[in-house]
């Protein structure tokens, strides 16, 4: 189904708009290629000079110019062909480099425009989704436009200065047989318009289709290891054959009407250069058209008509690159839900007093995951959120983070609405160890201080020590320096954890939030993180979001949070002589109570 965006319908104008900045190059390029064209056209006319000097000696063209002996007109035809020539290939070479270099400076400002963009927008877009659809439209849709930049543009300026050049001369030389060569052109660039209007749709749909099998790949390598666990190789090649088949067929429609495009106009063209032939070969004849001229229609006329042939093949990298360009321009007009504040956040300015007020909020619109939550977490205590899966513990650190803008309520930092500050600075004082750990393809070191480039080699193996992970990272085969695998896949979970721990260490936040920190990790090694949290979290203001109470029994205060507000505060003996849902849930976890089925 076709976008009715206005990147999406007009994207030959938003691509000019966005082209502005390289008006100068474009003007330089297209410059370059109708001098080119200009001087490719010079060779028919030098023939029909040359003819003209052979058949009409000292009455020649040349002649009549007052060079009237045949050798001296032969080199100076000779001089012509050879300035004409290089001069071609000269216009050739500077076309090409410019065009191709446009097309790339384009294509890279565009992709970085696009994906800085994406990397603006909030959380919720990117969970609405699928990460090979995004990947679709960076690489795919951009590169697009990058062939018919590198191509398509070329072509279709020297068509436009070709029609100009040898109508001109055609009107010049013989106005009476003119006609007969230009009568195709109004229907050949009817044809064209029309096949370009009708091919948007098909090409829209091709984009669409490969959007959606970049999707499945993505998501397929991304869970290779659950295919492989649950057998699941022949079914996920199944749905793979699906959607690559349906890809196959979409280009197959677009392709049934573009390959149409060629033959119909070649035999429109067939007509103007028959006409030409026969009745200015008459008009020779009879004398009312020299031999040269004639020459020279002949020629022209054919330079004029074939090349329209393959204006199909440019409409389809047109067309092509137009569908490509309204999927990019519609992620680049996708509005930014959360807006930055204006105020500065400096580090040491912080105390780190946080405060919900009244919160409210829901996920796109459904039900309420927090509904009215206030709560206070003094400045440098730890605080723990317990609760039941869905309580809504985890949506509190994405609002916090503002990854999310609450629907009702307030979130305040040391009395100031965190939607004031610049989100750089709010994100900035803030240390997320999350439960699902991502570690990117590179080493344990450039994991570690990802978000603190600068930091020195005894700040990080502190960082690492502080969270328990230099034991482990000394045993691996280049230390510090061994390749972690796509998402930290060649270390246990616990490993990762651990490097997650030391990222947010070395980052020395003013808030600390740990959501589920210790989850991945062995009791031995949670009671070794936990000393290294107790001493990281002194002087600092820590949220420990935890499912195992164990966790959290030392905190300065625990909220239990049930049905998306906050149920029971207190620290942990007031909880459990509370007798409540927190006291219940202790009892479970230590064993001294069995959970009713």
């Known amino acids: 189904m076709q976008s009715t965006d206005p990147a999406a319908t007009e994207p030959l104008r938003r691509l000019i708009r966005y082209s502005r900045p390289y008006r100068g190059r474009i003007w330089l390029a297209s410059a370059c290629s109708i001098l080119n064209k200009i001087f490719d056209l010079g060779p028919p006319a030098l023939i029909g000079i040359a003819v003209d000097i052979i058949v009409q000696q000292e009455n020649s063209f040349l002649a009549r110019l007052g060079i009237t002996d045949v050798w001296t007109q032969l080199l100076v035809l000779s001089g012509l062909t050879f300035a004409i020539w290089t001069l071609e290939s000269i216009f050739q070479y500077t076309y090409s480099l410019l065009w191709r270099n446009l097309a790339q400076t384009i294509e890279h400002d565009l992709r970085l425009d696009a994906y800085e963009h ?40 020297q068509v436009a200065t070709t029609v100009l050049v040898i109508g001109g001369a055609f009107l010049v030389l013989a106005p009476s047989v003119a006609w007969m060569a230009i009568l195709p052109m109004p229907l050949v660039v009817w044809g064209s318009i029309w096949f370009q209007k009708h091919l948007a749709p098909y090409y829209a749909d091709v984009r669409e289709r490969v959007s959606v ?19 699941a190789e022949t079914f996920e090649t199944a749905q793979v054959r699906r959607e690559s088949e349906d890809y196959r067929e979409s280009n197959r429609s677009a392709i049934r009407v573009s390959a149409a495009f060629v033959p119909l106009i070649r035999m429109v063209i067939l007509v103007g250069f028959t006409a030409t032939l026969l009745f200015g070969g008459l008009a020779a004849v009879n004398g009312e058209l020299s031999v040269g001229t004639y020459s020279v229609l002949v020629f022209l006329t054919q330079r004029l008509l074939w090349p329209l042939t393959r204006l199909g093949e440019t409409l389809d990298q047109y067309q092509r690159a137009m569908a490509s360009t309204g999927r990019v321009m519609a992620l680049l007009d996708t509005p930014f839900e959360i807006h930055p504040g204006q105020r500065t956040l400096p580090r040491e300015s912080i105390r780190g007093e946080i ?3 009244n919160v409210t909020f829901s996920y796109s619109g459904g039900l309420d995951v927090l509904d009215d939550v206030s709560m206070t977490v003094p400045a440098g205590w730890t605080v723990g959120i317990v609760g039941s899966t869905g309580s809504g513990k985890s949506t509190l650190v994405k609002l916090l983070l503002r990854l999310y803008e609450v629907d009702q309520g307030t979130i305040a930092l ?17 240390g997320l160890v999350s439960q699902d750990v991502f570690l990117f393809h590179g080493t344990v070191r450039e994991n570690i201080t990802y978000g603190s480039w600068s930091a020195s080699e005894d700040e990080v193996r502190r960082a690492a ?18 390749v972690v695998g796509e998402r930290g896949q060649k270390l246990s979970g616990g490993q990762r954890q ?25 009791n031995e090694t949670e009671a070794a993180i936990q000393r ?21 029994r030392n905190a300065d205060s625990i909220v239990v949070l049930e049905d998306g507000g906050v149920a029971e505060t207190g620290t942990h003996d007031e909880l459990l002589a509370r007798d409540g849902v ?4 202790w009892r479970v976890q230590t064993g001294l109570e069995v959970m009713a089925d």
Do not use: C, W
């Open 118 to 157: 994406l990397q603006g927008l909030e959380l919720a877009y990117f969970e609405e989704r699928s990460t090979g659809r995004l990947m679709a439209v960076l690489n795919d849709d951009i590169n697009q436009l990058e062939r018919f930049l590198d191509i398509g543009a070329n072509a279709l300026i």
């Open 213 to 231: 099998l970049n999707a499945r790949l993505a998501n397929n390598f991304g869970g290779i290891m659950t295919i492989k666990s649950f057998t």
């Open 355 to 357: 405060e919900f007020r």
């Open 414 to 430: 040391d009395g100031l609405p965190i939607s004031d500050f610049r989100l750089e600075d709010l994100r900035g004082a803030i």
């Open 465 to 482: 020590r502080l969270a328990e992970a230099e034991e482990f990272i000394v045993k691996l085969p280049r230390g510090y320096e061994t």
């Open 498 to 522: 651990r490097i997650a721990i030391a990222r947010a260490i070395l980052k020395d936040p003013a808030i600390l939030v740990l959501d589920e920190a210790t989850s991945a990790v062995d």
């Open 532 to 552: 290294s949290l107790e001493r990281i979290s002194r002087d600092r203001t820590t949220i420990a979001i935890a499912h195992r109470l164990s966790t959290i």
């Open 582 to 585: 927190y006291a219940s849930l």
